[in-house]
């Protein structure tokens, strides 16, 4: 079975703090996904990496970065938190592209 | 901007009917389909993919693919109330993401 980990189930943050999101993942997946969800407005990709030190934007990378040292971890940090990041985050992996993902169970972060 | 639509729905089925969820895509050129399924409050779980034209089975779930018309469905045989969920259509990227739909909210009535 495939097992994607998340740091924290829940996460609450002070507007200007440098936030850490980690996700693990135990089936030697090349690549691996940052989303957020948002009611209406779904699941949007924040960066994604095919393997170790490569990162690639998504679709609303701004206020984002990540880093990717070893093959089966992939951290997001906010580098200054701000309210409009209160969000889930969802961390995902899969084999190989074109491969299925298999998601973490989610961190929900509130920024006050 | 490629882009995935579903019916935000509710769907609303009774027990044991089948409950039908469609998904359109605007990408001609796409090859690999999901259908995800997420509870309230939790992460999304894969249920199905598929690839080529035609009907893919497992179980109760019955994946569609109609590459021409650019369509994609998940039939939901003898519908149970552990069915109700919001069930999500991917399609992957070109550059090996998924790209997700909004979301079907399905609820099975007792």
């Known amino acids: 079975d495939v097992k994607v980990t998340q740091s924290s189930r829940y996460l609450v943050k002070r507007t200007g703090e440098k936030v850490f999101l980690e996700c693990v993942q135990d089936?030697?997946?090349?690549?691996m996904f940052w989303y957020r969800q948002d009611p209406g407005l779904g699941l949007r990709l924040i960066y994604f990496s095919y393997d170790v030190k490569m990162k690639e934007k998504g679709d609303i990378p701004e206020g984002y970065s990540v880093s990717r040292e070893k093959k089966e971890r992939f951290s997001l940090i906010l580098e200054s938190a701000s309210t409009n990041q209160t969000s889930m985050y969802l961390c995902?992996?899969?084999?190989?592209?074109?491969?299925?993902?298999?998601f973490g169970p989610g961190t929900r972060l509130t920024v006050t | 901007q490629k882009e995935v639509e579903q019916n935000s729905g509710p769907l609303s089925v009774p027990e044991g009917a089948i409950a039908s969820l469609n998904c359109t895509y605007s990408?001609?050129?796409?090859?690999?389909f999901f259908w995800y399924r997420q509870y309230s409050g939790k992460s999304p779980e894969l249920i199905m993919f598929?690839?080529?034209?035609g009907d893919k089975e497992d179980g109760r779930f019955t994946a569609q693919l109609n590459k021409a018309s650019q369509y994609v469905s998940l039939l939901i045989r003898d519908s149970q109330p552990s069915d109700s969920a919001t069930y999500l259509c991917?399609?992957?990227?070109?550059?090996?993401?998924?790209?997700f739909g909004k979301g079907t909210k399905l609820s099975v009535k007792p």
């Open positions: 990408d001609r050129g796409s090859q690999s």
């Open positions: 991917a399609v992957r990227g070109s550059q090996g993401n998924l790209i």
């Open positions: 089936m030697d997946h090349e690549n």
């Open positions: 995902a992996s899969s084999l190989r592209t074109p491969y299925e993902q298999y």
């Open positions: 598929i690839y080529s034209n």
